[in-house]
């Protein structure tokens, strides 16, 4: 059963080494199947829906899905390709994994300045 990405944070804060991908899930906020989508696009750059659905072991729509979000995350980008034939495919490609790794740490250095400006303004009077 997977965990709401958002609810993990007192989870993962209990693990004295946890995993990157548990690291990468909760600080972007994404589920577990997308941090491994992410990985696998790692591997095999350029790959199509079809081409990582089957990497995945996953069907098309759940692959698909897992693609938006990184794409809005900023983890991957979608490259539309011509056909010699005609048409077109799209081709995705993950970010590169240190450009990743300074997103994780922008965005939690981000957070922990969040949390100690709520501590330092807390004055003691109970709220709510």
């Known amino acids: 059963m997977t965990t709401d990405p958002r609810h993990r944070l007192g989870a993962l804060m209990e693990q004295s080494d946890p995993p990157f991908r548990e690291v990468m899930s909760c600080v972007f906020g994404i589920e577990d199947h997308e941090t491994r989508t992410y990985l696998v696009l790692l591997e095999y750059p350029g790959s199509t829906i079809e081409e990582l659905a089957t990497a995945l072991d996953r069907d098309r729509s759940t692959v698909n899905r897992s693609l938006s979000t990184l794409i809005d995350r900023g983890l991957a980008h979608r490259d539309r390709r011509l ?46």
């Open 83 to 128: 056909l010699d034939g005609g048409g077109y495919i799209y081709q995705y490609t993950a970010i590169a994994l240190p450009e990743a790794k300074e997103i994780l740490h922008e965005a939690l250095d981000a957070w922990v300045a969040t949390v100690h400006g709520v501590i330092d303004e807390f004055d003691g009077e109970r709220t709510g």
